[in-house]
């Protein structure tokens, strides 16, 4: 199973370790912290990759409600509540699920199995690119090639570049090789946009790909 990174995001701490020891459970989630209100969990965002909040609606300062709000779709959201007036709301945010106080495991379980079931369809054909603080979410047909520096690698897009802090080589593996395919030492490219092969140079219709001598058999054979 593909692994969920959550947090758990509630005023109250007996709710905040109920829900941890639920998460601790369930092997494809992974807990990576814990937050009393909307604000910290701010900053640990800001540091780690989250795919979940589980996020109490009734908070000091900022509501959940008014939180989700804030971070768009890119995080899914299952709400935590004693008050369930709330849930037409929270179900108008798009939220994955509505848990009603006192939370069982068995409700639990049902909630994040539909966030699970949802992940793994997005990650058929997506990949998530860390940009600084930012993540982005991309799909695989949309990345014409990679290309590293160093400790850096570029993502040309259709539309635009993302340069994320990764080696080329872990990128290579967690990449389908059914799309992509290493030429170089530098380069990764999608298989569906090689256009052409001249000399030792792959051609991407008016982009240019150097071919490494050590990859130019598997490549001609591969592709042509």
Same mark, same amino acid.
Do not use: W
């Given at each position: 199973?593909?692994?969920?990174?959550?947090?758990?995001?509630?005023?109250?701490?007996?709710?905040?370790?109920?829900?941890? &020891?639920?998460?601790?459970?369930?092997?494809?989630?992974?807990?990576?912290?814990?937050?009393?209100?909307?604000?910290?969990?701010?900053?640990?965002?800001?540091?780690?990759?989250?795919?979940?909040?589980?996020?109490?609606?009734?908070?000091?300062?900022? @509501?959940? &409600?008014?939180?989700?709000?804030?971070?768009?779709?890119?995080?899914?959201?299952?709400?935590?509540?004693?008050?369930?007036?709330?849930?037409?709301?929270?179900?108008?945010?798009?939220?994955?699920?509505?848990?009603?106080?006192?939370?069982?495991?068995?409700?639990?379980? &049902?909630?994040?199995?539909?966030?699970?079931?949802?992940?793994?369809?997005?990650?058929?054909?997506?990949?998530?690119?860390?940009?600084?603080?930012?993540?982005?979410?991309?799909?695989?047909?949309?990345?014409?090639?990679?290309?590293?520096?160093?400790?850096?690698?570029?993502?040309?897009? @259709?539309?635009?570049?993302?340069?994320?802090?990764?080696?080329?080589?872990?990128?290579?593996?967690?990449?389908?090789?059914?799309?992509?395919?290493?030429?170089?030492?530098?380069?990764?490219?999608?298989?569906?946009?090689?256009?052409?092969? @001249?000399?030792?140079?792959?051609?991407?219709?008016?982009?240019?790909?150097?071919?490494?001598?050590?990859?130019?058999?598997?490549?001609?054979?591969?592709?042509?």
């Amino acid at each position: 199973m593909n692994s969920i990174n959550c947090i758990v995001v509630d005023d109250e701490e007996l709710a905040r370790s109920l829900l941890i &020891t639920y998460i601790d459970k369930l092997e494809f989630l992974n807990l990576v912290g814990e937050a009393e209100n909307p604000l910290e969990a701010l900053g640990i965002m800001k540091e780690k990759q989250v795919d979940l909040l589980f996020l109490d609606i009734q908070m000091p300062e900022i @509501k959940g &409600t008014d939180f989700a709000k804030m971070l768009g779709s890119k995080t899914k959201v299952i709400f935590t509540t004693a008050y369930s007036h709330y849930a037409l709301e929270g179900y108008e945010l798009n939220a994955v699920d509505y848990l009603l106080k006192p939370i069982t495991f068995e409700r639990f379980v &049902t909630a994040v199995n539909k966030v699970q079931s949802n992940t793994t369809i997005d990650k058929l054909d997506t990949i998530t690119i860390k940009s600084g603080y930012d993540l982005h979410k991309v799909k695989y047909d949309d990345i014409l090639f990679v290309v590293s520096d160093s400790e850096y690698v570029t993502f040309h897009l @259709k539309t635009k570049k993302i340069i994320s802090n990764q080696r080329l080589k872990a990128l290579e593996q967690e990449l389908p090789s059914s799309l992509f395919m290493r030429v170089h030492r530098s380069y990764i490219v999608n298989r569906n946009y090689v256009t052409g092969l @001249k000399g030792r140079d792959l051609q991407l219709s008016d982009v240019i790909i150097p071919v490494s001598d050590s990859y130019y058999d598997h490549v001609k054979q591969e592709l042509f």
